[in-house]
Nanobody
């Protein structure tokens, strides 16, 4: 079992920056898990944004966020972060942290956080 808890969401204006955090814990969690961020806006499908494995040897970025968002992780803290810059109204969504075992960034994600709301509005 893995527990994931997101934090850092809020209301910001277009062009602003925001940093999301996700803390991982639980009996089965290890640093070898790949960690990722997804988002979902009302009425839209869940979108796979970015992922990073334990060694940081492999990352993934969706075209919608490439160049604006950066994923990072601190293995000593069992945490993953999402630095979001140049935010747009289209970025408004609930952002979810996710995890899967192994080093591959692509594939099904087994564990999910509760989500944190990010709203970008003037």
């Amino acid at each position: 079992q893995v527990q994931l808890v997101e934090s850092g969401g809020g209301l910001v204006q277009p062009g602003d920056s925001l940093r999301l955090s996700c803390a991982a814990s639980g009996p089965t969690f290890t640093r070898s898990y790949t960690l990722a961020w997804f988002r979902q806006a009302p009425g839209k499908e869940r979108e796979f944004l970015t992922a990073i494995n334990w060694s940081k040897s492999s990352t993934y970025y969706a075209d919608s966020v490439k160049g604006r968002f950066t994923i990072s992780r601190d293995n000593a803290k069992n945490a993953v972060y999402l630095q979001m810059n140049s935010l747009k109204p289209e970025d408004t969504a609930v952002y979810y942290c996710a995890a899967r075992p192994g080093p591959e960034v692509r594939g099904g994600y087994n564990y999910w956080g509760q989500g944190t709301q990010v709203t970008v509005s003037s």
